[in-house]
C-alpha cells in the first residue's frame, strides 16, 4: 500500500518525506495549496479537523501531526532501512528528549522568524522587527545549548543519526537559507558540523529535488 501525504510542498510536511525515505517507504504526494485555502475546504478537514499539514494516508489509517507520523513510521518499519530510534531504551530516550526539545524549544522560535521574515511580506503584514529581533535573541540561547550537547555526541541523541536530528531539518534549512540567518549555525562550531552532516544525506537530497 503507497502511503499518501498531503500537502507535501510545505516544510512540515517534509519531515515525513525525510523518514518515509529513511525508511525505504513507497508514498506519493498529494497537493494542497494553503494560499488558496485548500486546507480549509470540508473535504480536507475530514482528514485533518485542524486545517493544517501534513496528513498521511496508509490504506484506511489516518494520522496527522509530523512528529506523530514520523515516530509512527519509524517504530512501525524499525527493521526496514535507517534505525531512527535508537538501538536501546536508553537511546530511544535521548532521541524522543531531543524530538520534544525540537518541538517546545527550537521549534516555536524558528517558526515566528519565518513568519515574520518570509511569510508575512507575501501576505501583505509587515515585519514586527522587535519580535524578530526577540526570537533571534532567545534562538541563539537554544543553540548555545545545542552547541554544548554536541561537544560531546557527533548527534543530538549519541553518536548515531535519529529522528531527533531528522525533524530540524527542513525549518533549519529555512534558517540559512530564506531566513538569513545562516551565522547562528556558522558561529558555532559542534553546531555548523552537525548541520553539515545531516543537511548532506542523500535523503534530504531526495527531499530538495522533488
Known sequence: MVVKVYGAAFTSPKRVLLCLIEKGIEFETVPVDLFKGEHKSPEYLKLQPFGSVPVVKDGDYTLYESRAIIRYYAEKYRHQGTELLGQTIEERGLVEQWLEVEGQS?????????????????????????????????????????????????????????????SHIPFTELLVTKVGKEYMIRDRKHV???????????????????
Not at 128 to 139: G, H, P, V
Not at 145 to 157: G, M, P, Q, T, V
Not at 192 to 210: G, N
Request: aromatic share 12%; proline share 5%; net charge negative.
Open 106 to 166: 527550537y521549534h516555536p522560535l524558528l517558526y515566528q522568524l519565518v513568519m515574520q521574515i518570509v511569510f508575512n511580506p507575501l501576505i501583505g503584514v509587515p515585519r514586527d522587527e522587535k519580535a524578530i529581533k526577540e526570537c533571534e535573541a532567545k534562538l541563539a540561547s537554544v543553540l548555545d545549548i545545542y552547541e554544548e550537547r554536541l561537544s560531546k555526541s557527533k548527534y543530538l541523541a549519541g553518536d548515531f543519526f535519529s529522528l531527533a536530528d531528522l
Open 192 to 210: 555548523s558540523a552537525w548541520w553539515d552532516e545531516i543537511s548532506s544525506r542523500p535523503s534530504w537530497k531526495k527531499v530538495t529535488e522533488m
